[in-house]
């Protein structure tokens, strides 16, 4: 029965792969929205578009608190009289609450649904920034900075995941590089604001895609892959016809939903944790967990968090290099979102990681300069040219393409479980590099073997992560996320066999 309904699962899907990939390998993803609402037989529609805008105001929100601590530093340790290692706390507080709601993500998504899971986090996310908001001592700053990290961290899965289910395979490359965009966006915008106005403003608007997002989810449709998976058939129904259009004939793609949904329960009645690891789902997880890995050690939050901290302890303007930063990150993130479907997922990955590679070199060169007294304004050069190097590569692909992948292979069986370990390991590298940051800076810029220091070991695993895509990481492309995932489980299937 298993081998028919593989069988039966996989021949619909490989029947329609070729028009999909062919479709999008002609463009950008953007140009394939555009020709999509230029056809006859668009399936962009209006609750569609809401949709996906509704949810990428979460995704603004988790870019917004990534990028907050790094212009806030100043004025938040002037104001409230932190010391370097409070505000250190602050900072690394946020993977604290961003742990715990990566622990909880997948099972309050799968338990209650997408769209209500939307709503949850950004309920912790507001109330964590008017906590900050209002704070008047480190314990009320602290707990807002938990409370943001909570709802972040069940954001960072939910709001991709549904908007890879609810979004046509033709044009879902463009729709889902909004959520690393807007996550861009908000780092960028974070970094850019806050050089120019208080920290206390910059808190506020925070809260600003929260007063947008809440009620707006009354009004979207939740995800029909979750409707299907609960047996739900009839609200299922309901709700990809309304994402395509009362007019639209929807008949192939619910048979196909249905059909991998009907396949999965045969192969398993694993909802668990532990099923995760069953050699069927080897690869996926391997590759899941292995992006999260490579992005998160490779540097991402040291940058992220500490870039003011970087271009001062180099010997440049911190308030020119913020700005510079938000530039350069805002310039690499429309880029990324240009040309994901164009080139790819891996080639946008390889690209990313080989310039981070660079970036780390390139900014530990400069403190091994400024080690050995050689030049101070070639130092400060380096160091300028080597975070804006990082920080752009990164939003190219490293920063947003993992957050994709992860919403596009993992059977939506396991998805709750899987998506909530990566997330988890995530958050804990994010926790390790933030609140280690500072005390490898001090080691390695001591003059303590200075070759080996803090930016040329995050540059180590940048390139030990450009060997890890090029040989494991799939290209997803143009591809249903039935297919995607029916495939990479038959990989593993065959060779247990």
Known sequence: MEEALLTRSSRSLNQKSSESIGFERHGSSFQAIVDELQSPFSTITFPLVF???????GSYVFGHAVGYSSPAQSGIMKDLGLTSSEYSLFSSILTVGGMLGAVLSGKIADLIGRRAAMGVAEVFSMAGWLAILLSEAA???????FL???????MSYAVPIYIAEITPKRVRGGFTALNPLMMGFGQSLAFLYGSLLNWRILALIGIIPGIIQLPGL????????????????????ASLQRLRGPNADITQEAAEIKDYTLFLQYIQQEDGFLNLFRRRYARVLIVGVGLMLFQRFGGTYAFLFYASTIFEAGGFSSTIGTIAAAIVQLIGTTIGALVIDKYGRRPMLLISSVGACLGCILTGLAFLFQDFNFSKVLSAGLVFVGVLLYLGFLQVGLGGIPWIIMSEIFPINIKGAAGSLVILISWIGSLIIAYTFTFLFDWSSAGKAASIGTFFI?????????LFIATLVPET????????????VRSMQCNVQ
């Open 51 to 57: 949709s996906t805008l509704i949810a990428i105001c």
């Open 139 to 145: 314990w009320t700053l602290y707990l807002g900075r």
């Open 148 to 154: 943001l990290g909570c709802g972040i961290g069940l």
């Open 218 to 237: 009354f009004f979207i449709p939740e995800s029909p892959r979750w409707l299907a998976k609960l047996g739900r058939l009839k609200d299922f129904e």
């Open 458 to 466: 995050y540059g180590g695993i940048c390139a030990a992560g450009i």
């Open 477 to 488: 492309r143009g591809r249903a996320l039935e297919e995607i995932q029916d495939s990479l």
